[in-house]
């Protein structure tokens, strides 16, 4: 039951920010027609607040649009959404003082047949890193135990690995619209000039997208899983930048969405940084 | 024409035959998820309820198709041989759907001949729906979801055999040969319709009177929606310059729901936000393509409404939009 | 050229007399000046190498070296100023860290670490530079063609 107390919770503070603190808008998640799909709402009155839905299947991240909105805006943050947003200010898209976020402790969400949703398997991240307000979950939550296997297969199984998910790929773009980090206003992917990708849609064209996009998110993921959660075709990119995620964590101290405070690892540098791309010496 | 009745046992080996003198596409589950592929082993084909993910269309209209090839010494090289294909397992919405598309590009003073020259080579074999999953609307637009003519073969499921229905000559040289036996299979019952989803109004009304922007606030401009619709049918041209200055010429899906979609070379975009770019969609879907050619390109089929990422549905847009106007439209 | 490398239909690479292409991109201020050093001495390495000159490594775009990768480069090598003698102050440092991550992305996509070289090459470094392009291409050799199946066969 807890998720309806903590929904409680929230509608109570989003009636008090329509009447106390004049917001215009409050971002958090409604019941769409279909059932099984969350779908973001957009809150302006009391008495839309009504309509907030918050349960196992809250899966949308709803930072990215925050990009759009100016003016006092709230936002109902589970974790992943949290770290996001302290990616934008770290990024300096969004600025903090027009900004009420309604931190939701998350106990993990679910997809329809009640598995883990992408992105919360691993997930020990309970409390949002940032929040005005915190709204407890005040039940046992359970952490998941599983340390996620490493990236043990061979070298030539790898590329194979990489071949068979990009063979999935229709280069519809879901991934990058979806994901907090790709709010380039011009992607690369869609230069003319220099022309990134192949005029044909080769396996060679998807490889240098998800390459790229991958490169792009290097210490900015905040695993939120919308990528893989968004693809039609069932690509399963994730562990591309889970593993650089990872490395970044291990060799620079640095996680993404923690500290609005922090410098992401690509962003500076350290006089003594490993050499371990360095010729001769190989990156393990 | 007639009916023949296919034993479900009998199916996989008819269609292995089949397989050896034509390009078989059907249904095929591949890690879960259920789409349309070339069959290798007609064991894997699945002719279930369930709806393939994305639609049949890149079999007559592909993601990219090379038009021609040019070098600085001349020359065209007119596009590739199309082999003979059988398309099976395809849902009646997805019938609807070919045939819109097929008025687009075959109709009219324009014709596209990579098209007419896949649909010409292709036989389609419908299956029908015995129930609706979720999000399907087809009821709500002209589709029965039990029945289609606009096919070569239809497909009914009837237990332990297929009731399948021949509508041309194609169909019937199709199955000829198999020995199959001809059955009466009863006069069909067209499904009663609901009531019908579309918009009835005027282009300046629809543009002025609706509010696009809320309308569309959670959209992404992600474009899943176009590249799995059956009906969507924007595309672009790319030249590609080779090395040794041969150029060759695609022509690639595109989609309305991005930026760079109206773009013009002066850096003006006259669709330059998300709101233009989803009531382009609506409109081109329930109001362009009936002033063209006299039929609504949505048939129902939910996919859209299934792969959002952020739960768009067209259906409650359509009924939104609706509503506004009649409000509106009272006072 | 000599790069006769033909690509079946079924996508497997035949090699007959193959001869590796490394694509390098050298820094404008050290390594650029290190090879013309290397040139001017007379020193001896071998031809597979096309080099690239950029304005400092900092300026390298990881999409550089996926784009050389992907479509055919069998070994990608860059080389910057030694760390402190940036001409910009600290452009190899940033890309340090930058090509650590990416050299660990290529790697996860199953590209053999040992195709893609960065190094620090000064001006005065001519003798180095020729080892190191003899080092590189001696790697790309064993390895053998690069794997990624290209769209079409390539003719440098």
């Not at chain 3, 096309?50 to 400092?56: A, F, S, T």
Request: charged share 25%; net charge neutral; glycine share 6%.
């Amino acid at each position: 039951m807890s998720f309806e107390t903590q929904k409680n919770e929230i509608i109570k503070i989003c009636k008090k920010l329509f009447k106390e603190e004049g917001t215009k808008v409050i971002i958090g998640f409604a019941q769409s027609e279909v059932e099984g799909i969350t779908t973001p709402l957009f809150m302006r009155t009391a008495e839309d607040a009504e309509k907030l839905k918050w349960d196992s299947q809250c899966t949308p991240n709803l930072a990215k649009y925050l990009l759009e909105k100016r003016g006092k805006v709230g936002i109902v943050a589970k974790t992943c959404d949290a770290r996001a947003i302290v990616m934008y200010l770290v990024e300096q898209q969004i600025k903090r003082d027009e900004l009420y976020i309604i931190g939701v402790e998350c106990p993990g969400m679910k997809n329809n047949d009640a598995t883990a949703s992408c992105g919360c398997e691993a997930c020990k991240m309970r409390i949002p890193p940032i929040y005005d307000v915190l709204v407890k979950y005040n039940a046992e939550i359970t952490l998941p135990d599983s340390e996620e296997a490493s990236n043990t297969v061979a070298i030539e199984d790898n590329l194979k690995k990489f071949q068979d998910e990009m063979k999935k790929c229709i280069l519809c773009y879901s991934c990058r619209q979806v994901c907090y980090g790709c709010y380039c206003k011009s992607c690369f992917v869609d230069m003319n000039v220099p022309n990134w990708l192949p005029g044909e849609i080769s396996e060679g064209a998807k490889m240098i997208f998800h390459l790229g996009r991958a490169m792009h998110l290097a210490g900015r993921c905040v695993e939120c899983g919308a990528c893989e959660r968004v693809c039609p075709s069932g690509v399963n990119i994730r562990y591309l930048i889970k593993e650089i995620t990872k490395f970044t964590k291990e060799l620079y101290a640095y996680e993404a969405g923690i500290d609005p405070e922090e410098t992401p690892a690509l962003a500076v540098f350290n006089p003594n940084d490993s050499e371990a791309a360095m010729s001769g010496s190989e990156v393990q | 024409m007639s009916t023949i009745a296919i034993p479900k046992l009998k199916l996989v080996e008819i269609l292995d035959k089949i397989k050896e003198s034509y390009l078989l596409v059907a249904p095929v589950r591949n890690q879960g998820i259920l789409d349309f592929a070339v069959v290798k082993e007609a064991a894997e084909i699945e002719l279930s309820n369930d709806i393939a993910y994305k639609s049949p269309k890149e079999y007559l209209f592909p993601q990219v198709e090379k038009i021609l090839r040019f070098t600085s010494e001349g020359g065209l090289t007119p596009s590739e041989e199309v082999p003979q294909t059988v398309l099976l397992g395809i849902k009646p919405c997805d019938l609807e759907a070919i045939k819109i598309m097929s008025a687009v590009f075959t109709t009219g003073k324009y014709i596209d001949t990579g098209f007419a020259n896949r649909l010409e080579k292709t036989i389609l074999v419908g299956l029908g729906c015995t129930e609706e999953k979720s999000a399907c609307f087809c009821d709500e637009r002209t589709v029965d979801k039990a029945l289609s003519k606009d096919c070569d073969v239809f497909l009914t499921d009837r237990g332990n055999y297929y009731a399948a229905e021949i509508f041309s000559q194609k169909g019937q040289k199709l199955l000829d040969g198999f020995c199959l036996e001809i059955i009466n299979d009863g006069e069909r019952v067209k499904e009663i319709q609901q009531g019908l989803l579309e918009i009835n109004a005027e282009e300046n009304d629809l543009f002025n009177k609706i509010d696009w922007e809320r309308l569309t606030e959670k959209c992404l401009g992600c474009g899943i929606c176009t590249y799995i619709c059956p009906t969507c049918h924007c595309f672009e041209f790319k030249d590609v310059v080779e090395k040794k200055g041969a150029v060759t010429r695609y022509k690639c899906w595109d989609s309305c729901m991005y930026p760079r979609f109206t773009l013009h070379a002066s850096g003006h975009n006259p669709r330059e936000s998300k709101q233009d770019r989803y009531r382009q969609r609506v409109l081109h879907k329930y109001l362009y393509v009936k002033q063209n050619f006299g039929y609504t390109a949505c048939t129902g089929c939910g996919r859209c409404i299934r792969s959002c990422p952020v739960g768009m549905n067209i259906h409650s847009v359509v009924k939104e939009i609706n509503n506004i106007l009649n409000v509106k439209g009272e006072n | 050229m000599a790069n006769q490398t033909v690509i079946e239909s079924a996508g497997k690479i035949k090699v007959e007399t193959w001869e590796p292409t490394i694509i390098t991109f050298l820094c404008n201020w050290c390594s650029y000046a290190g090879a013309d050093l290397a040139g001017t001495s007379r020193l001896q390495y071998p031809p597979n190498i096309r080099v690239i000159r950029v304005p400092c490594s900092g300026r390298m775009n990881p999409l550089y070296i996926i784009k050389a990768l992907i479509e055919g480069a069998d070994g990608v090598m860059v080389s910057g100023c030694h760390p402190g003698d940036c001409h910009y102050i600290s452009g190899n440092l940033f890309a340090r860290r930058r090509f650590t991550v990416l050299k660990k992305l290529l790697i996860t996509a199953g590209i053999e670490p040992k195709r893609i070289y960065f190094t620090w090459i000064s001006a005065s470094e001519g003798q180095r530079f020729a080892t190191i392009v003899n080092e590189v291409t001696d790697h790309v050799k064993k390895l053998g063609p690069n794997r990624i199946i290209r769209s079409e066969i390539n003719e440098f």
